[in-house]
C-alpha cells in the first residue's frame, strides 16, 4: 500500500524503533496518530512530526477497548495500523510476578490483536487498509530468559499468519516484522540477565546474527509496507532460519487451504 496520504496509527511512538518508524512514516507523507502513555516526549514528538498525540495506557481494558473508535471520532478513519508497542520480561519465569506476566500479554499480545479486530470493519468497509504487526525472532528461536517475551511474539507472528489468510483475496494487507536484536534500551534491560548476554554475545560473535539499527528497521519496515510484503525479516542471514522455522506452518496451510 502506498503510504503517502494515508492515515497511520502507530503504537509505541517514543520508543527507540518507534521514533523513528514515526519519521519515516512522516517522510514518506503519511498523517499521523501517534501513541504512548507518557505524555511530554509523545506531544514533543507529535509537534515536531505535525503529527496528533493521543496518550493512552493499551493494558488498561477501557482505554484499549474504545481505541480506534476514539482515534477514528477525532483525526479520522485509520488505513495503516503498526502495532509497534511492547515491553519484554527477561530472566526465570519464577523470578516474575503474576503482574508481570498479565502485563506482557496484555501489552504484547492482546493489544495488537485487539486492535486488529477493532479497525478491520472499518478498513474493509472502505476498501483498504494495512495492518503491520512488529514481532521478533524471540519468537521464532528461544533464547535463555525470554521464555515469556518469545511466547508472545511466536503467538503475534502466528496470528498474523492466521490473519493473512483470512485476508486473502481481499483489500487489506497484513505485514509481520521478525527482527533480531536492536541497538536499542530494550536490548540493553534485555542484556542485563547474564544467561541472556551470553546468549547474545555468542550469537553476534558468531555472525549468526547482527545488532541491528533502529533508523534501518524502520525503513525497511515502511519499504516493506509499500512493497505488500507478506513478511520483512532482518537481519537478512537470519531469514532461512525463520523460514525453515515457519515450514510447518505453510505446508499445512498449503494443505487445508491451497494458500501459500
Ligand atoms: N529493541 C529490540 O531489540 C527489539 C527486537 C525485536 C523486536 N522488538 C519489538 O519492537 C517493538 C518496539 O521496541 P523498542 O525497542 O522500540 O521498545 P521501547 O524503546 O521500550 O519502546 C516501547 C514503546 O511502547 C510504549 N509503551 C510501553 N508500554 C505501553 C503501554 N502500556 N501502553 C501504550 N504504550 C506503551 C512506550 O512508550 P511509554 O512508555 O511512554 O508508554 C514506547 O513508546 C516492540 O514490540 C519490541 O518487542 C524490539
Redesign the pocket.
Known amino acids: 500500500m502506498r503510504v503517502a496520504g494515508t492515515h497511520v496509527l502507530l ?8 521514533r523513528r518508524l514515526a519519521t519515516h512514516l512522516s517522510d514518506a507523507a503519511a498523517r499521523l496518530t501517534l ?4 505524555t511530554q ?2 506531544e514533543a514528538l507529535a509537534a515536531d512530526l505535525g503529527a496528533h498525540a493521543v496518550s ?4 488498561d481494558r477501557d482505554t484499549l477497548r474504545s481505541l480506534i473508535r476514539d482515534v477514528e471520532q477525532a483525526h479520522g478513519p485509520v488505513d495503516v495500523l503498526v502495532n ?5 520480561t527477561v530472566g526465570h519465569l519464577t523470578d516474575l510476578t503474576a503482574d508481570d506476566l498479565e502485563h506482557l500479554l496484555a ?2 499480545l492482546l493489544a495488537p490483536v485487539e486492535l486488529c479486530r477493532q479497525v478491520l470493519p472499518g478498513m474493509t468497509a472502505r476498501g483498504r487498509g494495512h495492518l503491520v504487526n ?5 519468537g521464532v528461536a528461544t533464547f535463555p530468559g525470554l521464555a515469556t517475551y518469545g511466547a508472545t ?1 511466536a503467538g503475534l507472528t502466528h496470528f498474523t499468519s492466521g490473519l493473512r489468510a483470512d485476508l486473502r483475496g481481499g483489500p487489506i494487507g497484513t505485514l509481520a516484522v521478525e ?4 541497538s ?4 540493553s534491560r ?1 542484556a542485563s540477565h547474564p544467561p541472556t548476554a551470553a546468549a547474545f554475545d555468542r550469537v553476534l560473535g558468531l555472525r549468526a546474527l547482527t545488532m541491528l539499527d ?1 533508523d534501518a528497521v524502520a525503513r525497511a519496515v515502511v519499504a516493506a509496507v509499500e512493497d505488500d510484503q507478506a513478511t520483512l525479516r532482518m537481519p537478512r542471514r537470519a531469514a532461512p532460519l525463520a523460514t525453515l522455522a515457519h515450514a510447518p506452518r505453510s505446508v499445512v496451510r498449503l494443505a487445508l487451504t491451497g494458500i501459500r
Open positions: 503504537t509505541g511512538a517514543t520508543g527507540d524503533i518507534g501513541v504512548a502513555r507518557s516526549p509523545l493512552a495506557d493499551l493494558t509497534n508497542a511492547g515491553t519484554e501489552l504484547n512488529i514481532s521478533s525472532l524471540a511474539k527482527i533480531g536484536p536492536v536499542s534500551q530494550m536490548m534485555i533502529p
